[in-house]
């Protein structure tokens, strides 16, 4: 299997767990920053709000690119999503000179894996995003609360994370 790193493509197996494993750790470290900026988010959260969705964006290729964003549901939308918009983005995968920023392992969209990168992205997200709210007070999610991957990813999402 091919792994990029900064200096190029590297051929190694990576098994689902190997992969997880390092999703996680990347998640990690950016955990103490998105704690933030969920609590920053989750304190603008207009009362018209009926339900707030943290929304998992993996690429389409299956490289392992991911965003993490807070949406909102409700009556007038557009406002809403004003509301909150500063803080909304959790994890916002960019490509630069040195690679992935934040450094999740980019896998070669062309190979035959075993695994589809995009559920191993998106449960391993979710799973953190779960730990992450858990740890937050419990008044300060004020709406129903959902991990949602739009796009379909994903074979283990919780139902619902909190109400309060």
């Known amino acids: 299997m091919r792994v990029a790193k ?14 997880c494993s390092e999703v996680r750790q990347v998640l ?9 900026q969920i609590s920053a988010c989750l304190d603008k959260v207009p009362a018209e709000a009926v339900a707030v969705s943290f929304d998992l964006f993996p690429d389409q290729d299956g490289e392992g690119l991911l965003n993490v964003r807070i949406s909102l549901e409700g009556p007038n939308l557009a406002v809403l999503q004003r509301a909150i918009e500063e803080h909304s983005a959790i994890v916002s995968t960019t490509i630069g000179k040195a690679g992935l920023e934040p450094p999740f392992p980019l896998m070669d969209p062309f190979e035959d894996l ?5 559920d191993a ?6 799973a953190w995003l779960l730990e992450l709210c858990a740890k937050l007070p419990p008044s300060t999610i004020a709406a129903p609360a959902f991990i949602r991957s739009p796009e379909g990813y994903g074979s283990n999402l919780p139902p619902q994370i909190a109400s309060t």
Do not use: K
């Open 6 to 19: 900064p200096d190029g493509w590297s051929e190694r197996r990576m098994s689902r767990e190997d992969y």
């Open 121 to 126: 992205l998106v449960d391993e997200a979710a």
């Open 28 to 36: 990690e470290g950016m955990a103490e920053h998105a704690a933030r």
């Open 114 to 118: 075993g695994f589809s990168v995009q």
